[in-house]
């Protein structure tokens, strides 16, 4: 979870951090039960004793056994807390990643530096945020500021989705907890406001953005799901069910269309082409679920980790490319990691974002930097 901390003054309150350099993370999972699981969480992330670690509030107010389950249910008076960064972290200088690759895959693509270069570039305007969500809390990354924010709330249940809508917003929706809710957030204030109920319950779908319009594909309720809401002016809508029932899968915008990928069942893809969602012919060799999804050109879509659903964990990548249904195997992932939303294009490369790490795929070079 991205909270800010002073090592010096050992108090760590929800506020934005700056990235740093390490190989390392945490699994951030459910909010935790008591105060003690909450220390030793805050103590992991942070690198600091428990004897010598200090909570703190967005107040300054110590958190302590006696007012934890306060703070952690919060949302009552105020939904999402929220707070500036320390002047610390003002530092807008981007600290260097550890690099990884090329690996031992070697396709067509990756051999063939001109042909890398030749790709049509991405021509859509730079996403400012990345989002990231599991229970408990909304995560995300600010591009220009190289800062990282946290929401924390506990109607944010295990199986909701966000989004990232430009300039400065984030929709949520669906979980365990209310499967048809959906609620915006303001990445710059923390201000949230309750929006209008999804037709249908879900948890594990999948959210995309484009075109002033968010899309919520599949999920599961009682069983997997085919239906697609769509978000715009401010009111849900049906969409055009998809070919293929699908949770725990990702959906990514590219060339003005919708891509969804893999599921908890499934290793097909589909495209939203106006009012109809096409099954390509194209497969990802194995199902996935939680597969990273982004745009790598302005033809071709990067599909990274996950999990191989039942079996293990997947470090294996693929250059989706629309124009030709064809997928080309690319350097591995240096890690195991999943993802929960899309991600976005950034100066020539490929990025994902998951627990507080930043993942840049660069096409030329045949590397990936990780930031966090």
């Known amino acids: 979870m991205g909270c800010g901390c002073s090592k010096s003054a050992k108090a760590i309150d929800p506020k934005k951090i700056k990235l740093k350099d390490k190989d390392k ?10 105060f003690e699981e909450y220390q030793e969480e805050m103590s992991k992330i942070y690198n600091i004793p428990v004897n010598e670690l200090k909570l703190v509030d967005e107040n300054g107010n110590p958190i302590n056994s006696e007012n934890y389950d306060e ?25 260097k990643a550890f690099v990884y690759g090329p690996k031992k895959v070697q396709t067509r693509y990756m051999k063939n530096k001109v042909a890398a270069r030749n790709r049509p570039e991405y021509l859509e305007k730079p996403q400012e945020y990345l989002v990231d969500i599991d229970a408990g809390y909304v995560e995300t990354y600010n591009f220009k500021s190289n800062l990282q924010s946290v929401f924390n709330n506990s109607l944010i249940s295990a199986g909701s989705r966000a989004v990232y809508v430009p300039p400065n917003f984030a929709i949520i929706s669906g979980g365990k907890e209310i499967p048809n809710s959906s609620y915006s957030i303001d990445l710059i204030s923390g201000e949230m406001n309750r929006l209008d109920n999804m037709f249908e319950g879900r948890e594990y779908h999948a959210m995309a953005y484009l075109g002033g319009i968010v899309y919520v594909t599949g999920g599961s309720s009682y069983q ?49 082409e106006r009012d109809k969602w096409v099954l390509l012919n194209v497969k990802i060799p194995f199902p996935i679920n939680r597969i990273g999804m982004a745009p790598l050109s302005g033809v071709s879509l990067i599909l990274a980790g996950g999990e191989r659903t039942g079996i293990s964990y997947n470090t294996r990548c693929w250059e989706f490319i629309i124009d030709s249904d064809q997928l080309e195997e690319i350097t591995e992932l240096p890690e195991f990691v999943w993802f929960f939303g899309p991600g976005t294009h950034f100066n020539k490369e490929a990025v994902l974002y998951c627990m507080g790490k930043v993942y840049y795929y660069n096409p030329e070079q045949r590397v990936w930097r990780i930031l966090g």
Not at 75 to 91: L, R
């Open 25 to 34: 993370g945490t699994d951030k999972g459910d909010l935790p039960e008591s």
């Open 71 to 95: 703070f952690k249910n919060s949302s009552t008076d105020k939904p999402f807390t929220y707070g500036g960064h320390n002047d610390q972290y003002k530092n807008k200088e981007k600290p």
């Open 224 to 272: 997997d799901l085919d239906s697609c809401e769509m978000y715009i002016r401010n009111k849900w809508g049906n969409g055009p069910k998809m070919n293929r029932a699908r949770s725990w899968h990702t959906a990514c915008p590219l060339g003005g269309c919708i891509y969804v990928c893999g599921g908890l069942k499934e290793n097909s893809i589909e495209r939203l």
